[in-house]
């Protein structure tokens, strides 16, 4: 089994900062591809960010230039520094890899529980 675990929500203010993290673990032989997604009531689930194994990015338009990726990947975890939050940005964030399991030798897409994001005054 993967599992993915989301940590570093909470409630800021606009303009605040936080960090996300998600640390993946189980029988990984190897990640390609990290992303956050995040959705909000009544929304669909969007992409916000990718990064690959060699560190390449992409980012939705609404958060370029404020949002940044990252990852570890000795540590098979993925960062999401987000810097001048908006209320728009509140939102469940979930984290996603594209992960080979050693133990099956598949490669499958595995989701995080996810972790609330609040901007609010």
Do not use: H
């Not at 993915?4 to 673990?25: D, I, K, M, Y």
């Not at 990947?73 to 080979?100: F, H, W």
Request: hydrophobic share 30%; proline share 2%.
């Amino acid at each position: 089994q993967v599992q993915l675990v989301e940590s570093g929500g909470g409630l800021v203010q606009p303009g605040g900062s936080l960090r996300l993290s998600c640390a993946a673990s189980g029988s990984i032989f190897s990640i390609n591809v990290m992303g956050w997604y995040r959705q909000a009531p009544g929304k669909q689930r969007d992409l916000v960010a990718t990064i690959t194994s060699g560190g390449g990015t992409n980012y939705a338009d609404s958060v370029k230039g404020r949002f940044t990726i990252s990852r570890d990947n000795a540590k098979n975890t993925v960062y999401l520094q987000m810097n001048s939050l908006k209320p728009e940005d509140t939102a469940v964030y979930y984290c996603n890899g594209q992960v080979l399991d050693v133990n099956s030798g598949k490669r499958s897409n595995y989701w995080g529980q996810g972790t609330q994001v609040t901007v609010s005054s």
